[in-house]
Every structure is written in C-alpha cells, then in structure tokens.
C-alpha cells in the first residue's frame, strides 16, 4: 500500500513538474529567438562597415547576408561560421568583401569556452583592448591562401597570421578553423549561386 501511494505520488509530481518546464519552455523559446535575431541584426552591421540595410540571400540553407549601400547596391556580405570549440560550440559572423578574398570584420556570436583562457577570444581583460583577438582578422587579404595562427611571435597580418592567445591555443585554432572552413564553403557556394 506504502509504495502505491509512493508511485502515485512521484508520478504526479513529474507530471506537474513536466508540464511545469513545457510551459516555461513555451513561454522562454520566443524570447530567446527574438534576443538572438537583435545580436544578429547588430553583429550584421558591425561587420559589414558602411552599409544603409541588409538583404538576406539564402543558398543551399546557407544564408548571406548581403550589405547595401545607400544606392541599393551590393558592397559586402556576412555569413555565419561555425563549429567547435575546446569545450563549446562557437559561432561566429564574418563580413567580406564581395568576392570573399577579403576578411572586413568578425563578430563573435557564441561561445562558452574556458572561464579565464579560452573566453579571451571575445574578451581579453589582461589586455588594454579586450576584443583585440577578434580585431586581429579585420583587413586580412585571403586570395589564395588561409588565415594562419602564430604563437610566441608577432603576426604577419599581410601573409594571414594572428597571434593566438597564450595559454587558449585550442579555442584561437579552432576560431581560425572555423573561419577558414566557412570561407572556403561559402566562397564556393556564393560564387555559384548567383
């Protein structure tokens, strides 16, 4: 008798509690969209220097991001890049020119690497400029080659090298990865799917 009253009452505190977490689920899922299309939107035109609006150009479920002038004319693109990273899923928006040889700048969407090491790819307190990692890829010319990451020595930004973060190697190899990945298979995609 003791455990049928205890089965009851564990399964009715699941029901409760489940659909407890469903509603909240309902009523959160919306909000947290909205929240991640507003940084998109921000990202877009941090990235995409000069631009009046933006035009949204989807490829194969790829979606470019295509900046336009005041004139409505297209001068650069953005699109997403991502994988992973030491230990988190990193995101990361990469404006272009419009042959995508050319990096304009990069915004870091997502991430949530180590606290202290691999979290100075978007914000680097021992550092007079915190987003000087990111800052790093902004002007680099990629025609025929990747970006390339230096340790223990200073970049050569003309031959596509960034400085990687001591003591973070794995999260600025894989923020590199990710990049030259993205580059690659939009380039291709872009390019064709005009």
Do not use: C, H
């Not at 969209?33 to 921000?42: D, F, G, N, S």
């Not at 997403?80 to 020119?97: P, T």
């Not at 007079?128 to 080659?145: C, H, S, T, V, Y």
């Not at 990945?181 to 064709?192: G, S, W």
């Amino acid at each position: 008798m003791k455990s049928a009253k205890l089965i009851i009452v564990l399964t009715v505190t699941t029901l409760i509690s489940g659909l407890g977490l469903s509603l909240l689920n309902s009523w959160a899922q919306p909000q947290i969209e909205a929240y991640r299309q507003k940084v998109l939107e921000q990202a877009i035109y941090e990235v995409l220097p000069g631009i009046e609006k933006y035009k949204t150009k989807t490829i194969q479920d790829t979606d470019f991001y295509e900046g336009l002038d005041s004139s409505g004319e297209k001068v650069n693109v953005a699109f997403k890049a991502i994988g992973n990273g030491f230990q988190s899923e990193i995101r990361v928006l990469v404006g272009m020119d419009t042959s995508l040889t050319k990096i304009l700048g990069v915004n870091l969407l997502q991430q949530a690497e180590t606290p202290g090491l691999g979290t100075k790819i978007s914000d680097d307190p021992t550092r007079d400029n915190p987003n000087w990692f990111m800052e790093q890829f902004e002007g680099i010319k990629l025609a025929n080659r990747d970006i390339d990451y230096v340790k223990n020595t200073k970049p050569d930004p003309t031959s596509g090298e960034i400085q990687a973060i001591t003591g973070a190697t794995i999260s600025s190899e894989s923020v590199v990865d990710i990049i030259n990945k993205a580059i690659e298979k939009n380039r291709k995609l872009y390019k064709n799917g005009k």
